[in-house]
């Protein structure tokens, strides 16, 4: 295996774990013997009799809006993975105390925790990760985050020094390039292919860029890492095959950079639109949502395998998050990585943010290992979070098909293989059959833009999420669509008449407001 300490930044290499408070570093005097009980007055961690909250009770639902089905909150069609419905109280007490090993206290909750996570949940992620993407090596390990952002930024922290370079899809997750920016890297775009079955990334601009990239950049070092959101790419919804991947990880072990894996949205796979579900009124009861697939059926037929997985020597970093899952406020997630890039990262955590919130991590954990029952039991909320979105999806990409915009060929759509974002493109034909030029394909849609807000619908131009504008200037023509903050069938199909409505007017008046 190529020794991963190679890709760590010399910033982070400068960093070394202590605390004021711990034992000495130094050997212990001949005949010391540790004390079996001993009392703490070294750390500044209260008693946890100071804390003011004795339990929490928390109560849940059993499938996403549960609280908007007609059926009252009854699993009505709701298959787990054994072939059975799930009911009964759900609600979950967390006390102040346990004895229970996989669950966690308002004593450790509420107290100060290790930077890595605490123990139970820090388990979880990596028989998460063992069960749906284990690493192709065995020196791997797992730390949390305070979300995938903070997740991000550490691993730009941890391997890129000033003036590096990361080589990112041209239109992306845009705070990255801050992470990039505030440890002196250098992005650089790498195209992205808007085809409709597309991977997303251009594997054939990215290859080139790598050949010939002392001959075109002579300013710059070879690139240190690629970022890709590789499965339900932000904003395109694009996701890589497996065989795409295979490919794009050879270029990474020939030209030696790191792949930063970021995956908010891997875990909501979604199958091809099908018009047939609808009835008449298009709309469905969440409760009536059915998730058909097995746990099995699920990690092996549809759940698309990570980098990690095709990983042998230590050079990809996976960035996952309980925000699109659980939810967002929790701030919560964790990162993959060799064991090296983990210290790394650790240490890192040390100097920034101390790690996650413990009371974040408490309900995570004991929802999950009390309630849900442990790993086939997250993974069978997923599997409900699927079945949801995919219906949300479906849902507004028949509203944009049925619409005269569409029949009209003004717009069209990528459907999706994962996540939640739909790429909405404009065509711009004008009632001459012109089109805009290139060059004004960003101005158009910025007037397009304010068109759309007047049809009351908030919508992400695809200008705005890119690395460099100029470069991506001709291949801007579209509008990033996401089904998830809406809420109900109603509003989503609303959307999207309003949008395409919005796109009609503004065709109708030539192409402009």
């Known amino acids: 295996m190529t020794d991963p300490s190679q890709f760590i930044s010399k910033r982070a290499q400068s960093r070394k774990s202590s605390h004021f408070a711990n034992v000495p570093s130094d050997a212990p005097p001949t005949g010391f013997k540790p004390h079996p009980k001993p009392l703490l007055?070294?750390?500044?961690?209260?008693?946890?009799?100071?804390?003011?909250?004795?339990?929490?009770?928390?109560?849940?639902?059993?499938?996403?809006?549960?609280?908007?089905?007609?059926?009252?909150?009854?699993?009505?069609?709701?298959?787990?993975?054994?072939?059975?419905?799930?009911?009964?109280?759900?609600?979950?007490?967390?006390?102040?105390?346990?004895?229970?090993?996989?669950?966690?206290?308002?004593?450790?909750?509420?107290?100060?925790?290790?930077?890595?996570?605490?123990?139970?949940?820090?388990?979880?992620?990596?028989?998460?990760?063992?069960?749906?993407?284990?690493?192709?090596?065995?020196?791997?390990?797992?730390?949390?985050?305070?979300?995938?952002?903070?997740?991000?930024?550490?691993?730009?922290?941890?391997?890129l020094d000033p003036g590096d370079v990361v080589l990112v899809e041209e239109f992306t997750f845009t705070p990255f390039l801050k992470f990039v920016n505030n440890v002196g890297g250098v992005a650089v775009p790498v195209k992205i292919n808007l085809s409709k079955e597309s991977d997303g990334l251009d594997f054939d601009h990215l290859e080139s860029l790598l050949v010939n990239w002392s001959k075109e950049n002579p300013s710059l070092p070879k690139p240190k890492a690629l970022y890709t959101i590789s499965t339900g790419q932000n904003p395109t919804g694009y996701t890589q095959t497996?065989?795409?991947?295979?490919?794009?990880?050879?270029?990474?072990?020939?030209?030696?950079?790191?792949?930063?894996?970021?995956?908010?949205?891997?875990?909501?796979?979604?199958?091809?639109?099908?018009?047939?579900?609808f009835s008449s009124n298009n709309k469905v009861d969440p409760a009536d949502l059915k998730n058909d697939l097995t746990i099995e059926e699920y990690l092996s037929d549809h759940l698309t395998p990570s980098y990690l997985e095709l990983d042998t020597t230590g050079r990809v970093i996976r960035v996952e998050t309980f925000s699109k899952l659980f939810a967002p406020g929790l701030r919560l997630g964790f990162v993959i990585a060799h064991k090296k890039v983990i210290e790394a990262i650790q240490n890192y955590g040390e100097v920034a943010n101390r790690g996650a919130s413990g009371l974040?991590?408490?309900v995570v954990n004991n929802i999950i290992n009390d309630k849900l029952g442990g790993l086939d039991g997250w993974l069978n909320w997923i599997l409900k979070m699927r079945a949801t979105y995919s219906h949300r999806k479906d849902l507004l990409l028949h509203s944009i098909y049925?619409?005269?915009?569409?029949?009209?060929?003004?717009?069209?759509?990528?459907?999706?293989?994962?996540?939640?974002?739909?790429?909405?493109?404009?065509?711009?034909?004008?009632?001459?059959?012109?089109?805009?030029?290139?060059?004004?394909?960003?101005?158009?849609?910025?007037?397009?833009?304010?068109?759309?807000?007047?049809?009351?619908?908030?919508?992400?131009?695809g200008y705005n999420m890119t690395v460099d504008q100029k470069f991506s200037l001709e291949r801007s023509n579209f509008f990033r669509l996401c089904y998830a903050p809406l809420n109900n069938d109603e509003e989503i199909i609303e959307s999207g008449k309003r949008l395409t409505d919005a796109v009609l007017e503004f065709h109708n008046n030539g192409n402009k407001f």
Not at 121 to 134: A, D, G, S
């Open 41 to 159: 007055l070294s750390y500044g961690t209260p008693n946890d009799g100071f804390f003011p909250i004795d339990s929490i009770d928390v109560n849940l639902v059993n499938f996403p809006f549960e609280h908007q089905s007609k059926h009252g909150g009854h699993l009505n069609g709701h298959k787990e993975a054994n072939g059975t419905a799930k009911s009964g109280n759900n609600s979950l007490h967390i006390s102040r105390h346990t004895d229970d090993p996989k669950l966690l206290d308002l004593s450790r909750g509420l107290q100060y925790g290790p930077v890595a996570g605490l123990g139970p949940l820090l388990e979880f992620t990596k028989e998460f990760i063992t069960k749906t993407h284990k690493p192709a090596y065995s020196e791997w390990n797992s730390i949390l985050s305070t979300g995938a952002s903070d997740g991000l930024n550490k691993a730009c922290d941890a391997i």
């Open 242 to 277: 497996v065989e795409f991947r295979r490919k794009v990880y050879k270029l990474a072990e020939e030209h030696n950079f790191v792949i930063i894996e970021d995956d908010p949205y891997g875990y909501l796979t979604l199958p091809k639109y099908n018009s047939s579900r």
């Open 360 to 362: 974040a991590q408490t």
């Open 402 to 461: 049925q619409s005269e915009a569409f029949q009209k060929g003004l717009v069209d759509v990528i459907d999706p293989k994962a996540g939640m974002f739909v790429t909405f493109k404009v065509k711009f034909l004008d009632p001459a059959e012109g089109k805009v030029a290139s060059d004004q394909v960003v101005s158009a849609m910025k007037q397009l833009l304010w068109k759309v807000i007047s049809h009351g619908v908030l919508v992400v131009p």
